[in-house]
Nanobody, 125 residues
Framework: QVQLVESGGGSVQSGGSLRLSCAAS????????MAWFRQAPGMEREGVAT???????SYANSVKGRFTISQDNAKNTLYLQMNSLEPEDTAMYYC???????????????????WGQGTQVTVSS
């Protein structure tokens, strides 16, 4: 049974920082992709950042240079360090896990198999 449990959300002022954590257990994949997604009210869920089992990362253009995704394999924990937060970053943040494709690409959003319950991030101006 795979479980993903996020923590670290909260309310900060514009320009502030937060670090999200996602504790993972029961992982079935030899090669995997872990990701952070977010969803603002009335908006579609969008990808924020990904990291795979080889350590390769990718970021949405809107967060490049401000957010950093990382993982601690010893602790089975995924992180998202968020700096220079803006009101537009306000959303529910979810971590997700999926199997890395044969082409070593992360799957599209719909193909991530496991999701956490989400943690709210609110940035005020």
């Amino acid at each position: 049974q795979v479980q993903l449990v996020e923590s670290g959300g909260g309310s900060v002022q514009s320009g502030g920082s937060l670090r999200l954590s996602c504790a993972a257990s029961g992982y079935p994949y030899a090669t995997y992709c872990m990701a952070w997604f977010r969803q603002a009210p009335g908006m579609e869920r969008e990808g924020v950042a990904t990291i795979d089992s080889f350590g390769s990362t990718s970021y949405a253009n809107s967060v490049k240079g401000r957010f950093t995704i990382s993982q601690d394999n010893a602790k089975n924990t995924l992180y998202l360090q968020m700096n220079s937060l803006e009101p537009e970053d306000t959303a529910m943040y979810y971590c997700a896990a999926g199997e890395l494709g044969s082409d070593y690409d992360c799957p599209p959003l719909a193909d991530f198999d496991y999701w956490g319950q989400g943690t709210q991030v609110t940035v005020s101006s």
